[in-house]
């Protein structure tokens, strides 16, 4: 048996630690062996010791709150902690405005880690900038292998980049946008492009159903299914040839699967938005005809079911809550929940408002959901309250903060508008000139927020990025 000086130092650490589910060894017996004391006639048997008294104005609060046996509740303090930050979080955000040059609209963006974000445009460029220092780093784009392909229009843009679950491989666009190109993280290297008998249309979306499988979604109204070579992926193909130029192998999709006409629209068939969940092993997409899609992902793609979403106009953009198993679909004005379980669907669509420009980029947190806008402003909306998050402010210097009843908004800053001759001769004399929100991710251990975006009208070449923090 260890000294009970050790034991005490365990049993700090265990409380130190939430001290749920630990166990350690106490009673009389515990307590008096391995004393350390001097040989001598023991007079009276020992008590057993008392647990050291936390003096802490944290635990004696804690304490108060859970009780004296507070152990068991401690995890669900500190998920109610945690929510409640994540609930004053948005009110507290600071904008910190990025330059980023001439480069046209930010369509899609990741955190790398905690100080870099890898972003595509519309003028097909993929980049890092380093939030810190506003430094640009280029990546090369990887180009198809002969001209079987047909080659699509070159200003379409990079409309997708996500990471694989692990962190190690991110997939997005290739020079031509109707490849997949997939990268070695955290050095970028090219990998591998799926560029054979692929997509015949720009890649709107892209889903991650494992570290070694991907799922893209097209507007030639497919979604496809690529498989990452596991020899690729261990680095077991050279990544350079002899003149140091980088190499990487070209793939053919596993499985193609096509949207489901559409009685109503048979022609608009274009896949705007996938979300894979984890927890249920299945894959949601968005067409622009107003449908939600649902598959089956295992080694191949099966459809479960199709249904007719509420508001059809503009839905762009898609994304899933694993711990509500609850997909969120934006549109022209409304943000529409669906649960492929649930016949009748409880949560109310939630209207934006927002001068009619449309949803442009969702993401969940937990029960926060947050909502980029067309018109540059964030919303966030509490699916518990099943309301927006309100202003606070207060009376005087010395009174608490109080709900408004005014909707948390976050204004985004104007960016930089190239002021060409389109915009000289269509909106010369506009005061203000918003910018769509197109992306936006969060960096939860460090509390940031990263935006993109530019001129919603599709002939204004512009952007905007921003930090908040």
């Known amino acids: ?169 991110l997939a997005t666009g290739g020079e031509n946008p109707n490849s997949l190109a997939i990268y070695q993280l955290p050095t970028l290297d090219p990998l591998c492009l799926g560029d054979r008998n692929g997509h015949r249309d720009w890649i709107f979306a892209i889903a991650w159903m494992s570290d070694t499988v991907a799922v893209s979604g097209s507007r030639d109204g497919t979604v496809a299914l690529w498989r990452v070579d596991p020899d690729v992926f261990s680095g077991n193909i050279p990544w350079h040839n002899n003149s140091g130029i980088p190499r990487y192998s070209h793939i053919r999709p596993k499985d193609i699967e096509p949207i489901p006409r559409a009685t109503t629209n048979p022609g608009n068939r274009k896949v705007r938005a996938l979300a894979f969940s984890g927890k249920n092993q299945e894959l949601g997409a968005v067409s622009l005809d107003g449908y939600f899609h649902l598959w089956k992902a295992r080694s191949n793609l099966s459809r479960l079911l199709s249904l007719r979403l509420p508001y059809c106009r503009e839905n762009v953009c898609l994304t899933y809550c694993d711990e509500l198993s609850l997909y969120a679909v934006g549109s022209q004005s409304h943000v529409s929940f669906l649960d492929p379980r649930q016949r009748q669907q409880n949560i109310r669509p939630l209207c934006s408002r927002e001068g009619g420009t449309g949803v442009r980029s969702l993401s969940f947190y937990q029960h926060i959901i947050t909502v980029g806008t067309g018109h540059g402003s964030l919303l966030f909306y509490d699916i518990r309250a099943q309301k927006f998050l309100e202003e606070r402010a207060s009376a005087s210097p010395d009174s608490f903060l109080v709900r408004t009843g005014r909707k948390l908004k976050l204004t ?58």
């Open 412 to 469: 985004c800053g104007r960016g930089w508008l190239n002021q060409d001759e389109l915009w000289v001769n269509y909106f010369d004399g506009t005061e203000e000139f918003p910018n769509a929100l197109y992306t936006h991710c969060y960096n939860w251990p460090e509390m940031k927020l990263f935006v993109g975006g530019g001129p919603l009208p599709s002939g204004l070449h512009g952007n905007y990025a921003g930090l908040w923090s």
């Open 1 to 169: 048996m260890a000294p009970q000086q050790t034991g005490s130092r365990k049993r700090k650490a265990a409380e130190l630690e939430g001290g749920a589910g630990s166990s350690s060894s106490s009673g009389p017996g515990a307590a008096a062996a391995g004393t350390g004391q001097a040989e001598g006639p023991m007079l009276l048997a020992k008590r057993p010791r008392r647990p050291v008294a936390r003096r802490s104005l944290v635990h004696y609060l804690k304490g108060r709150a859970l009780g004296a046996d507070g152990h068991p509740g401690l995890a669900g303090f500190e998920g109610d902690l945690r929510s409640y930050g994540v609930l004053r979080l948005p009110e507290l955000l600071r904008e910190r405005q990025l330059s980023l040059g001439p480069l046209n609209k930010v369509f899609a963006s990741q955190w790398l880690n905690a100080r870099q974000v890898v972003c595509g445009t519309k003028c097909n460029t993929l980049f890092v900038v380093d939030v810190q220092t506003g430094r640009i780093t280029r990546i090369p784009l990887m180009r198809d292998r002969g001209p079987g392909q047909s080659r699509a229009q070159p200003t379409c843009g990079i409309h997708a980049i996500q990471l694989n679950p692990s962190k190690t491989l």
